[in-house]
């Protein structure tokens, strides 16, 4: 079993930055791909970015350029770098973990909520 801890989220105004962690325990050494998940209301499920244990990044095409994914595999933590936050970036961001023999995330998070607001 494999517990992800997302923090991080808040309120920011357009055009700045937060930064979300999520903190892997458990059996991680099960866990292949880190990826990060944003719902917005009324809004299906998207993914972010992703990350494999070997370091290669996943962006959806909505934030390359602007997200940036990292991953600390001594702390077993995942980040998410965001900067110029819009708007249309509000949802409840959800830190998501899989394991290397599964074609699905494995295990979800609790979520954390962004809000880019003025």
């Known amino acids: 079993q494999v517990h992800v801890v997302e923090s991080g989220g808040g309120l920011v105004q357009p055009g700045g930055s937060l930064r979300l962690s999520c903190a892997a325990s458990g059996s991680i050494f099960s866990i292949n791909v880190m990826g990060w998940y944003r719902q917005a209301p009324g809004k299906q499920r998207e993914e972010v970015a992703s990350?494999?244990?070997?370091?290669?990044?996943y962006y959806a095409d909505s934030v390359k350029g602007r997200f940036t994914i990292s991953r600390d595999n001594v702390k077993n933590t995942v980040y998410l770098q965001m900067n110029s936050l819009k708007p249309e970036d509000t949802a409840t961001y959800y830190c998501?973990?899989?394991?290397?023999?599964?074609?699905?995330?494995?295990?979800w998070g609790q979520g954390t909520q962004v809000t880019v607001s003025s």
């Open positions: 998501a973990a899989r394991k290397s023999t599964s074609p699905t995330y494995d295990y």
């Open positions: 990350i494999t244990s070997g370091g290669r990044p």
